[in-house]
């Protein structure tokens, strides 16, 4: 079993940029699909990028595509989202996801999809 947890939320002005990390321990995050998802107030958790285990199939959902960036570091067990440009509608608590997968390609894009959950991190965009 793999535990996650995130860091680097925060308050930032619309058109500034956070990068959120996600440390896993447990488990090499190597074997996982790793996702990242947020919750904004009085909204449903939405998906926002899926990385695969290799790094080389990345996923991001319409809404930060072009500003958001996923990425990670098998050596340090850790993910990473790149924010740029946030805008006031990025509110939101976001969270960590991991997925077992044997498949090297796999970007798991839905909630269910991931039995693995950091507890999240706030990020909030003022105007």
């Known amino acids: 079993q793999v535990q996650l947890v995130e860091s680097g939320g925060g308050l930032v002005q619309a058109g500034g940029s956070l990068r959120l990390s996600c440390t896993a321990s447990?488990?090499?995050?190597?074997?996982?699909?790793m996702g990242w998802f947020r919750q904004g107030p009085g909204k449903e958790l939405e998906f926002v990028a899926a990385?695969?285990?290799?790094?080389?199939?990345?996923y991001y959902a319409d809404s930060v595509k072009g500003r958001f960036t996923i990425s990670r570091d098998n050596a340090k067990n850790t993910v990473f989202l790149q924010m740029n440009s946030l805008k006031p509608e990025d509110t939101a608590v976001y969270s960590c996801?991991?997925?077992?997968?044997?498949?090297?390609?796999?970007?798991?894009?839905?909630?269910?999809?991931?039995?693995?959950w950091g507890q999240g991190t706030q990020v909030t965009v003022s105007s």
């Open positions: 996801a991991a997925r077992g997968t044997t498949y090297y390609s796999d970007t798991p894009s839905r909630v269910n999809d991931y039995p693995y």
């Open positions: 990385i695969s285990r290799s790094g080389l199939s990345i």
């Open positions: 447990g488990r090499t995050v190597s074997s996982y699909a």
